[in-house]
């Protein structure tokens, strides 16, 4: 006869409750799936635009890493963020993406390794020279910080090491962190995307074309399908989801801005990259050469959107060099790098997912802007210049002999002028309560636009790549031949196509944050003892009184005996 009253039996009965318990969960959680981040920054959490995209994979995805083999503390941080990324990029795609860590030092020979490093030069992957100590003396080790990405047949490659060459080691890597689940899930949507979105380059007023925007127009087509536009004869616009109008010299008639207008007004994009004044390096070697503004006939329809590209040029503390001849050796001219203040270097960004961990960007004779008022429009100064800057107003005097010149620093007394602007909100038009322009009939009038978004950049050269002399092939977006160094020209445009494009909001994961939290050295070396003791000694002493207070309350409780 069963004792229920026993404690014996309670006991197993308790234990195979328990177990029961532990069965009926395992069972629940394989029907319904859910993850807790219990981070301060949310660093394990994946954005729902990119879960979204992840669950609607239909192919499979293979990334193959190259951040492998020996590597230093910051570059095993940079490795656990990837492989924890790519698995939760696996959990969510149902086993969809499949990844590996390879070290391409491991190929087989010399030259094999040369062969293969070239490869993933070729690819878009750039080796990275670190330097570390390791027993006492200085190691230097190449490594490549980036993934091939295939799927349905294609592949690209990504370099996963950005960020701000400006910051430290430490703080670039941790901006790259921040990066990784935007640069490896925009990778897979351009690659699985089959809905491609149409781009628009502006034509008919000596915009830029050919080699000049040849490397961006490539980039595009990586995820856009791109074709010229001339405001003059389409009929299509409302098909493209953005426009481009890169460096016009001549005058938009007002058909073409009254068709520009209304394209807005459907909700159209606009990307508006203008050079207010007539400045270039082919006439800065002239003595007296000055630069006076185009007459692009854009002011009145920038201002009723809120802005205003002032007629001056900017001059910058923080600015790319540029060569000049400073004298004469052995008959041959002796060339030096200054730094020419016409071309300022961006690195001081709005706190934007477009901006956020951007290198610095190049700019070219680019101009102020102002805003003015506009109901309903929102304002963002994505770009501005550093904290040692001036403006001179037109007719400016662009020459490189005033390089030669003494600069005094109390000149530069301006600081963060914008240089570009994102607009945001619904826009009035610029035909309101206006005579239409002749020739186009009785075209109806959208007088108040959708929600849609616009940028202005005071500089057309930024799409502008340079052209390698010899061969003639366009070099990358970015690249400054002077310094062999490329700047973040690509990666600004595309991030800046990708937000108003994207109906998804994939560029939403640049949002994401990741605190550095550094222990303060100085303050371990000077209380490193007395961490030490209270760490080794306050266990012993809590452990000696709980021995004490549980004799005592033992002797006391069986003494009743």
Do not use: C
């Amino acid at each position: 006869m069963v004792n229920w009253k026993s404690r014996k039996l309670g006991d197993y009965l308790f234990f195979a409750n328990g177990i029961v318990l532990v069965v009926l969960i395992n069972l629940l959680a394989s029907h319904y799936f859910f993850r807790v981040d219990l981070t301060d920054e949310k660093r394990y959490s994946i954005k729902p635009q990119t879960r979204e995209i992840l669950d609607n994979l239909e192919e499979e995805v293979y990334v193959e890493v190259y951040l492998e083999g020996e590597l230093n503390a910051g570059f095993r941080r940079f490795q656990k963020a990837i492989r924890e990324t790519l698995e939760e990029f696996r959990i969510y795609s149902d086993n969809k993406v499949n990844y590996i860590f390879t070290n391409p030092a491991t190929a087989k020979g010399q030259q094999a390794q040369a062969e293969f490093m070239n490869d993933l030069g070729r690819r878009g992957i750039q080796p990275t020279n670190v330097i570390d100590t390791k027993d006492g003396q200085r190691v230097e080790k190449i490594i490549f910080p980036g993934a091939i990405v295939s799927a349905g047949g294609m592949e690209s490659g990504l370099m996963l090491l950005k960020g701000s060459t400006a910051k430290t080691s430490d703080e670039r890597i941790n901006q790259s962190i921040e990066n990784i689940e935007f640069e490896l899930i925009n990778t897979i949507y351009k690659l699985a995307n089959t809905n491609r979105k149409r781009i628009g380059f502006v034509t008919g007023h000596g915009e830029l074309e050919g080699a000049g925007i040849a490397s961006f127009n490539n980039d595009l087509l990586e995820v856009y399908d791109v074709y010229k536009t001339n405001l003059a004869t389409a009929t299509d616009l409302p098909k493209y989801t953005a426009l481009i109008i890169a460096k016009p010299h001549a005058a938009f008639s007002q058909i073409d801005k009254f068709r520009l207008d209304q394209y807005i007004m459907q909700g159209g994009k606009v990307v508006f990259l203008l050079d207010k004044l007539d400045a270039s390096m082919d006439s800065a070697s002239l003595e007296n050469y000055f630069a006076v503004p185009y007459d692009l006939n854009l002011d009145d329809q920038l201002f009723k959107y809120g802005v205003r590209i002032n007629p001056d040029l900017i001059q910058d503390q923080s600015a790319a060099p540029y060569p000049i001849v400073t004298g004469e050796a052995g008959g041959k001219p002796q060339m030096q790098l200054i730094d020419w203040p016409f071309f300022p270097l961006i690195n001081h960004y709005a706190e934007h997912p477009v901006t956020r961990n951007l290198d610095a960007v190049v700019l070219k004779f680019a101009s102020s802007i102002d805003t003015v008022k506009a109901p309903g429009v929102k304002k963002t100064p994505l770009m501005l210049t550093s904290n040692y800057t001036r403006t001179i107003t037109a007719p400016v005097n662009v020459s490189v002999n005033e390089l030669r010149k003494n600069v005094k620093a109390e000149d530069f007394s301006k600081s963060a002028i914008p240089v570009g602007y994102l607009l945001e909100g619904s826009f009035s038009s610029l035909f309101k309560n206006r005579f239409l322009p002749e020739g186009l009939g009785q075209s109806a009038v959208i007088e108040q636009s959708k929600d849609t978004r616009l940028v202005v950049i005071a500089d057309g050269d930024i799409i502008r790549n340079e052209v390698n002399p010899r061969s003639r092939q366009p070099q990358p977006l970015g690249f400054y031949p002077f310094t062999n160094y490329t700047f973040a020209n690509r990666e600004l445009l595309m991030n800046i196509l990708a937000y108003l494009t994207e109906d998804n909001g994939l560029i939403q994961a640049r949002s994401k944050q990741i605190r550095i939290r550094p222990l303060d050295r100085e303050k371990v070396k000077q209380e490193k003892i007395k961490w030490q003791v209270i760490n080794l000694g306050v266990p012993l002493v809590l452990l000696i009184v709980f021995g004490v207070v549980r004799a005592y309350w033992r002797k006391n409780k069986f003494a009743r005996f």
